[in-house]
């Protein structure tokens, strides 16, 4: 029986490539966005989050094999914090149900390389607090110098998310229910997301600076799609809790060996 997989973000960049490689790989795929997918949902408040779930049960009859959870924003505003957290564990939270019924059952999260760069550690905070309303509001006044402290909003996004991945994995709702639950952090992937920001050669050089990528460079988002598909894949049955960095080497510069 073919797998069924969920991809959030299906409509554009990670979350499509994901969506296209796993359905070319003769998945059934569940796409859920804003526009243009399956299941359309609005995963940055409680309505889009609850009709998600119901979506996705309705068209998988109940059960489902994997759960790709990719949608995000970059914007320096407090949606970012509703998406790209809360959505992201609402996604989770909502679909882990569905997926009992699957003898090979997996969850992957996209987080970013991001979690590495400056944050702000009052959001990082009531992020990880789970704590909406004030991180909302956190991320409100952040949000008023969009040049500065309005960047903190998204690498703090990930930043928590990567530390939730860390803290649920072995948890007996994820790996004491024989589902691996993981990551990725990419770099620098050419989407619509970062377009604007590598659109001439003097911003991709800016960028390339903090986000060093000496492996190839920029990537295009079915390399991410690839390894997502691995994590979230039946050959994936022991990695728990990892954070899979497909960055060219970012992490590798920046951390160096302070991580293993
Ligand atoms: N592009 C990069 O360089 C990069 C790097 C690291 C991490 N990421 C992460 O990868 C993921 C995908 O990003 P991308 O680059 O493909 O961006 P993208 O903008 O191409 O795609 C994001 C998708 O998420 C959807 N989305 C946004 N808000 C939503 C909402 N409220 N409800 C439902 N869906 C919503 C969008 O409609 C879009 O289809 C994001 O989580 C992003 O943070 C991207």
Redesign the pocket.
């Known amino acids: 029986m073919p797998r069924t997989a969920v991809v ?9 490539a994901t969506r296209d490689l796993l359905a070319q790989r003769g998945e059934a795929v569940i796409g ?4 243009d997918a399956d299941v359309v ?4 408040g409680p309505e ?1 989050r609850a009709a998600l779930a119901e979506g996705v049960r309705r068209l998988s009859g109940g059960r489902i094999d994997s759960v790709y959870a ?5 914007a320096p505003a407090p ?1 970012t914090v ?3 957290y809360f ?1 992201t564990l609402a996604t989770l939270a909502g679909l882990r149900p569905l997926l009992a019924g699957s003898p090979s059952p997996r969850a992957v999260l ?5 979690a590495l760069l400056p944050s702000d550690a009052e959001l990082v905070s009531l992020l990880t607090a789970e704590d909406e309303p004030a991180a909302l509001a956190r991320a409100e006044v952040l949000a008023k110098a969009p040049e500065t402290t309005g960047g903190l909003i ?1 690498s703090s996004t ?1 930043l928590a998310l990567s530390r939730w991945v860390r803290r649920q994995a072995a948890s007996p709702e994820w790996a004491g229910a024989g589902i691996p639950l993981n990551a990725v ?10 377009a604007a920001m590598i659109s001439t050669d003097e911003q991709r050089q800016a960028l390339l600076e903090r986000v060093p990528m000496p492996l190839n460079g920029i990537a295009e ?1 079915v390399v ?1 799609a690839r390894a997502l598909a691995w994590l979230g894949g039946e050959e994936n049955t022991h990695l728990c809790g990892q954070i899979v960095y497909v960055d060219g080497g970012s992490d590798a510069v920046i951390r160096g060996d302070a991580v293993w």
């Open positions: 959030t973000g299906s409509a554009s960049g990670i979350g499509r859920v966005d804003v526009h949902a609005d995963l940055s889009g990719v949608a995000g924003l970059a949606a509703a998406v790209n959505g996209v987080s970013s390389m991001a998204y990930k952090a990419p770099g620098i992937i050419a989407t619509p997301m970062t988002p991410v």
